[in-house]
């Protein structure tokens, strides 16, 4: 059995080290357009800083991914982070907010535990997975830099649902049997890292922002793993970045630290170069309205998808998509 696995973030690293478990015997391809694994589960790390710019933390709230966790915790690849959290506004004193269920993050980095799931995997990088052609069964994909690949059993997409559609809908041109692909709306978002003054001391570690196009601001120096020189992780809410997505990011930025320097204060780094304050956009930050299943398969034989679209937005929600899938393909 040859399966083909599009992306590398934590539902297609949950493929990889499920299927190893429960179907040895299959032979696993890795297919990812970046030149690095974890998709939103990512780190940047600078001279001036680490940023956890996608995602922040994680909860476990079912038992099977607590068990998994759990494991990983052991080996050093997750850690529980118990921030202190406070609410911000322009308008009112700032506030605590209590959260009683343990948050993780991997360490060092947010992309470890997708690291340590898929470890020893051989994955094709820099290769963007389009379209596939071929038959049931017998399916080829096909990548934007002109690799081609196959023929597979099977074909998983842990894309966005969008990107997924995209690619399986090739197929649909030449078979008319293929079950409608999910319609899946998100909300982007503008990830904006701050380097801040090696000799700053921030009053807290996570805030949500109300009444700002701001959405959470995070520090990531009390992070398991990370540096300590603190740096900022600024989180422009879903309906401020769809309508400035396609905007100048100097000006984002600039309007971002406006907003910022009205919340809390803090100057960035005296030594400014491009390193200091970098903005990145998130197209698929937050799924508006989730598929409801747990993974999507197609009448055709062979075509699957899974990723937190399916249920909601969060990690935990991508691994339980995944989870399921390898149990139906088990």
Partial sequence: MDIAIIGTGIAAATLVYRLRQSCPGYNLHVFEKSRGIGGR???????????????????????????????????????????????????????????????????PDMN?????????????????????SGDPGHWTIHAAEGGEFGAFDWVISTAPAEQTQAIFAGTESTISTTTEFPSVPY???????????????????????????IDWLFFGHHKPGRSERPSLVVHATGDYSAKHF???????????????????????????DDRTIQLHRWKYAKVIEPYGEEFW?????????????????????????????TRALA
């Fill in 41 to 107: 589960m990512s780190t940047r790390r600078t001279a001036k800083g680490s940023f956890d710019h996608g995602t922040p933390f994680f909860t476990a709230r079912s038992k099977s991914f607590q068990q998994l966790l759990k494991l990983f915790q052991s080996s050093g690849q997750v850690d529980a982070w118990q921030p202190k959290v406070i609410t911000l506004s322009k308008h009112a004193k700032p506030y605590n907010r209590d959260w009683f269920e343990t948050h993780y993050v991997a360490t």
């Fill in 187 to 213: 909300q982007p978002s503008f990830a904006m890292m701050v380097s801040c003054a090696e000799d700053y001391v921030p009053a807290f570690d996570a805030a949500r922002v109300k009444d700002s196009c």
């Fill in 297 to 325: 398969q197609s009448d055709l034989k062979g075509l699957a998808a899974c990723g937190d679209w399916c249920l909601g937005n969060e990690v935990e929600h991508a691994y339980t998509s995944a989870d399921a899938l």
């Fill in 246 to 272: 396609d905007d100048n990011q100097d000006l984002i930025t600039n309007e971002l630290m406006i907003e910022l320097a009205q919340l809390i204060d803090m100057e960035p780094d005296d030594k400014r």
């Fill in 112 to 132: 470890s535990l997708c690291k340590a799931l898929i470890a020893d995997q051989n994955i094709h990088f820099n290769q963007t997975i389009n379209r596939i």
